[in-house]
């Protein structure tokens, strides 16, 4: 069985910066796209950032030059870098990633961390 495990959230005032890590555990064999989605409450769920295994990144618009996805393959870890944080970017941040796993492809999706950006 795979897991993801997110961690970095937390409060932080705007113009601050936070750093998300998200750790793949389990009997991986393959990593494919990696990425961050985000809930802000009353909202639904949307892209932030992914990842393609070769490197290509995309963004969502609001986000555009402030945040930086990146991954390290070897420790099965995919990263968002948030910098200039706004009011607007508080919410339940979730990694999500395609995992060749035992049983073929997974979509694995972590348990969330809070970000929080205050005014």
């Known amino acids: 069985q795979v897991q993801l495990v997110e961690s970095g959230g937390g409060l932080v005032q705007a113009g601050g910066s936070l750093r998300l890590s998200c750790v793949a555990s389990?009997?991986?064999?393959?990593?494919?796209?990696m990425g961050w989605y985000r809930q802000a409450p009353g909202k639904q769920r949307e892209l932030v950032a992914g990842m393609a295994n070769e490197g290509t990144t995309n963004y969502a618009d609001s986000v555009k030059g402030r945040f930086t996805i990146s991954r390290a393959d070897a420790q099965n870890t995919v990263y968002l870098q948030m910098n200039s944080l706004k009011p607007e970017d508080t919410a339940v941040y979730y990694c999500?990633?395609?995992?060749?796993?035992?049983?073929?492809?997974?979509?694995?999706w972590g348990q969330g961390t809070q970000v929080t950006v205050s005014s």
């Open positions: 999500n990633a395609q995992l060749f796993a035992v049983g073929g492809w997974v979509n694995a």
């Open positions: 389990g009997t991986i064999f393959r990593l494919g796209a």
